[in-house]
């Protein structure tokens, strides 16, 4: 497809255990943003990639979050050691450039930690 | 984190009605977006507002970026049933690489 996508799209996992997100952006973008929706909130920013720059971090809640994106392709997300309050739904999205209207946001990876 | 105060936090209007919906920042945001996300899917973008004052349409839809570039509306005329959804503003501020600040979001529901 033409689009960005997530996977898995849902994902029950037990307290305590560690999760991977997997996000593929459109091909040839070269910026990589993770955000994180809790249930009727918006999104909080977590993670920003652009080419080979060093990674924005800024908005990982806590060092159990890291982000991985190898050059110009796939990133994975990683939560280790899941607590209750990192179920909610992980937003991908891509852009040709670090630009504000080029985010194209995949469908998301719903997470929920029992 | 940091969210944009968006409101209402929710709309229940009848199909034809005209809808706004606004959103405020204590600190200056250089952009300011709307989204809308339907059930299941991530946000897509309607409106993107780049100069303060600037009002932009995009059919039954129009935007305007605060003169004080600490807020934003957006108006909706004429609603359909197919505007439900729950509709974001976002904002950016400059040398942040396209990192957004996203409002809590208005629910839109519409009566045929």
């Known amino acids: 497809g033409a689009g960005v996508s997530q996977s898995p799209s849902n994902k029950v996992t037990e307290k305590g255990k560690d999760v991977e997100l997997r996000c593929d952006p459109i091909s040839g973008h070269t910026a990589l943003y993770w955000y994180r929706q809790r249930l009727g909130q918006g999104l909080e920013f977590l993670i920003y990639?652009?080419?080979?720059?060093?990674?924005?971090k800024s908005g990982l809640p806590s060092d159990r979050f890291s982000a991985e994106r190898t050059g110009e392709s796939v990133s994975t997300l990683t939560i280790q050691r899941t607590q209750q309050e990192d179920s909610a739904v992980y937003l991908c999205a891509s852009g040709p450039l670090a630009g504000v209207e080029t985010q194209y946001f995949g469908p998301g990876t719903r997470l929920l930690v029992l | 984190g940091q969210q944009l105060n968006q409101s209402p936090q929710s709309m229940f209007i009848q199909e034809g009605e005209d809808v706004s919906m606004n959103c405020t920042s204590s600190?200056?945001?250089?952009?300011w977006l709307w989204y809308k996300q339907d059930p299941g899917e991530g946000p897509v973008l309607l409106i993107a507002l780049y100069k303060a004052g600037e009002l932009t349409s995009n059919g039954r839809l129009t935007a305007q970026f605060g003169i004080t570039r600490k807020d934003s509306f957006l108006n909706i005329s004429a609603s359909i049933p197919s505007d439900v959804g729950i509709y974001f503003c976002a904002g950016q501020k400059n040398n942040q690489g396209g990192k957004l600040i996203f409002g809590q979001g208005t629910e839109l529901s519409v009566k045929p």
């Open positions: 990639f652009q080419g080979n720059s060093a990674p924005d």
């Open positions: 600190s200056i945001f250089n952009t």
